[in-house]
Structures are given as structure tokens and as C-alpha cells.
């Protein structure tokens, strides 16, 4: 039966690694587990004055490689499973590219659309009023994820400095530029998704111009469809949670944001078929970019996907099951280990800045973010044709030879 458990798929996920990769078994029972997790309940002062308790979270799962890496996401489905999920994949990830990073993940459980600018603003600060001692440069770096924004980063960094003293401005990345933020940032994840694209697009057969359905609507979807469309490929679906677009000769994705900005959704939108999310993954494409959150390429929906590649841009979108599905049919998964890692490296680069006090300029982000991508993607193609397997699990071979390497050297 197949499990929606995020993080019972991640445990699969690494399985399925060792199926084709000879893993010490110590290396498995460490990444198996945290190394710390922590819940903790914040009051929160309502506008009406009464008070509320949401549940949070901060799961930092490995440190073999670095400070604990990775964003904090207010949605009112984060539990506990889905953070430890996310933080094993960062590990994973921040592996993969090779950065100087471990991995960790939290959250909180929230719908942030219900809670006015200064009720989430005393719950951001809530989240560090709890959390800030296991927190730092040396030890722990959030960053942004599903829901929160670089204003939500600067409450978090303030409120840290607040109650710390530390002024360096290290310990949350993801910031505003006047907050010690890089540039870059914000585009970070969708255009590092398209760099990895563009470096194995040839070796995985696809040619251009390609034909795009991008599920997800918010700062990652948004931002490669647009980078896409300006090299010239066609975009014809996308969406947002409440469903999406089509049209055979394609969106203008300008348009088409505008329109979801000025009306909170694509209802209504003209010139184009209303679809839904699930149509859209199943629509006869050249690439299929999930962006949105994770379990949405299914043992049940699997046989219907019609993509001749899939570039994973949301954390977990495609289950173990259904990955076994579309190796057998021959389409590539670019897995979300190696093609969402542009939000990481960026948060790194910003991490870095901040601590030797340098502001780099754009043009200098964007080329190194393209350096590390394409090496790593090539290193990753390579890794799974000498397995003879699918991308994700040369990915994760690749993460786990590095892991190996510093637990051998690690002094428990």
C-alpha cells in the first residue's frame, strides 16, 4: 500500500538507493533519525485580543556536513512527518550540491491567509521566542519555504539579534537586500531549476523548444515559467491550489500573474481551458514541472502522466512507487535533490556574505549558481548511468558518498 507519509517516502527513497548502491549500515541508521527534533507550542496575541496556540516545529536532521539547513514553511498541513521529511531531503540535498551545509527543516502548523500582517508577525517572532538557543550561525540557518517571505525573515532575524545580541545577521537567510539578504534570492530556486534543465536536457533526450505544464503557482513556479518562456518555450498549464489553465498555444505567464495577482486566483481567466491540478499533471507535455508540494505523481495517477520529463521543483511531489513506474516507461525524473537546490545554494551564498561582510552583485550569484548546478547535474547523470538507474537515485548515491565520507571522520 502505497504511504502518504512524506517521510516514510523519504526512508523509501533511501532504500531504494541501497538497491544499487552498496550503503554501510551505520550510514543508514544515521540518517535515518534526526538528530534532534523539537515541537513547541506558541501563544499568540490575537487582534481581538484573545489567545491562540499554534503548534511549531524545527527537526535539524544532520550536521555531518555543516550548520543545520533549511526553511520554515507556515501551511495547516505541516506536521511533524512532513518537517522530518524535508529535513532528510535537505541533508540530502545540501549533499548533492556539495555546499558547506547540513540539513534541517520547520515549520509551523498554520494557514497563514487567516491571520492579519500583525498576528503573523508576533507568530513569526513566537517561532524564534521558542526555538532561538538552538539556533546560529555555527549551528542552525532557516531560511523561507511554503508561505513565508523575505518579511517573514526579517521579523525572524530581528527578533534573533533581539534576544541574542548577535548582529551579524547569519542566522536567517532568505532576507530583504536591506536586511542583509543576497541578490539573487528570489528567483534562486526557479532559476536554478532551469539551469539544471538546460544541463541534462540533451542527455535526457528532450529537444527544443519544449512545451511546459507547471504545476504552482508561488515564487518557484512563477519564476520558471518565466525564465522558460523568456528562452523561448511555451508554457500552456499552470495553476495555483485552486486549480489552473490550459491552452494548446500558450500563456503568456506575465498575463497570466498579473491576472492572479489583481484577482487571488485564475478563475476567470480568459483565453484559455480552466483545468484542474490533476489535469494538468496528466496533460501530453515535453516537460512536467511540479511546484507546488509533494505526493502529487501517485501509484494512482502514474500510468496517465504523458510528460516526456519531469523536473521536480516542489519538495517529494513524486512517490517511490510512482518513481518505479516511470523508470520502467523510459521518463526522466529530475529529482528535487538536485533541481530545487538553487534556493539552498543561493541561502548559502547569503550566509556567507553576511559572516565576511560582503554584498556580491547579481551578475556574480547568478554564475556561481550555475557553476555548482551544471557540475552537480553532470556528476548526478553520470552516477546513475554507471548504477544503471534513474536520476534520483544517482543523486542520492552521489549524497551518500559524501555523507560516508564525513561520518567516517565524525567523532561520536
Given at each position: ?39 513547541v ?6 487582534d ?30 505541516t ?89 551579524r ?59 522558460l518562456?523568456?528562452?523561448g ?36 481567466f ?7 491540478n ?91 549558481l ?43
Amino acid at each position: 500500500m502505497e504511504s502518504a507519509n512524506a517521510f516514510q517516502n523519504a526512508l523509501k527513497q533511501l532504500a531504494r538507493t541501497t538497491e544499487v548502491r552498496a550503503t554501510r549500515p551505520e550510514t543508514i541508521a544515521h540518517l535515518s533519525r534526526a538528530e534532534r527534533e523539537i515541537s513547541v507550542s506558541i501563544p499568540v496575541t490575537m487582534d481581538d485580543g484573545t489567545t491562540k496556540i499554534f503548534e511549531g516545529y524545527r527537526v535539524q536532521h544532520s550536521s555531518l556536513r555543516g550548520p543545520y539547513k533549511g526553511g520554515i514553511r507556515f501551511h495547516p498541513d505541516t506536521d511533524i512527518n512532513e518537517v522530518r521529511a524535508l529535513a532528510l531531503w535537505m541533508t540530502i540535498k545540501c549533499a548533492v550540491a556539495n555546499i558547506p551545509m547540513g540539513g534541517g527543516k520547520g515549520g509551523i502548523t498554520v494557514d497563514p491567509k487567516s491571520l492579519s500582517k500583525h498576528e503573523l508577525e508576533r507568530l513569526s517572532r513566537g517561532w524564534v521566542k521558542r526555538l532561538y538557543p538552538v539556533l546560529g550561525p555555527e549551528r542552525d540557518v532557516p531560511a523561507p519555504d511554503v508561505n513565508t517571505t523575505p518579511e517573514i525573515m526579517s521579523w525572524m532575524a530581528d527578533e534573533y539579534e533581539k534576544l541574542t545580541g548577535d548582529t551579524r545577521h547569519a542566522t536567517f537567510t532568505g532576507k530583504p537586500l536591506d536586511s542583509g539578504g543576497s541578490e539573487g534570492r528570489v528567483m534562486a530556486t526557479g532559476l536554478g531549476g532551469f539551469f539544471v534543465f538546460e544541463a541534462l536536457r540533451e542527455k535526457i533526450g528532450i529537444s527544443t523548444p519544449v512545451r511546459v505544464a507547471v504545476q504552482g503557482m508561488g515564487n518557484v513556479g512563477g519564476a520558471v515559467a518565466r525564465v522558460l518562456a523568456d528562452h523561448g518555450h511555451t508554457i500552456i498549464a499552470m495553476s495555483d491550489s485552486r486549480g489552473g489553465i490550459f491552452s494548446e498555444s500558450g500563456l503568456d505567464v506575465e498575463r497570466v500573474e498579473a491576472y492572479k495577482k489583481q484577482h487571488g486566483s485564475l478563475a476567470g481567466f480568459s483565453g484559455a481551458k480552466t483545468i484542474t491540478n490533476a489535469e494538468l499533471l496528466e496533460l501530453a507535455c515535453d516537460l512536467l514541472i511540479p511546484a507546488a508540494l509533494e505526493n502529487q505523481i501517485t501509484s494512482e495517477n502514474v500510468a496517465h502522466i504523458r510528460a516526456k520529463a519531469i523536473l521536480e521543483l516542489a519538495n517529494g511531489p513524486t512517490t517511490p512507487e510512482a518513481d518505479d513506474a516511470l523508470f520502467a516507461r523510459g521518463i526522466p525524473v529530475v529529482p528535487d535533490i538536485l533541481a530545487n537546490a538553487g534556493g539552498v545554494i543561493v541561502s548559502t551564498f547569503e550566509w556567507e556574505q553576511n559572516l565576511k561582510e560582503e554584498h556580491w552583485s547579481e551578475a556574480d550569484v547568478v554564475k556561481r549558481l550555475q557553476h555548482i548546478l551544471a557540475e552537480q547535474s553532470r556528476k548526478v547523470y553520470d552516477r546513475a548511468s554507471d548504477l544503471k538507474t534513474d536520476l534520483r537515485r544517482g543523486a542520492f548515491a552521489i549524497a551518500l558518498d559524501r555523507l560516508e565520507n564525513a561520518l567516517c571522520g565524525a567523532t561520536w
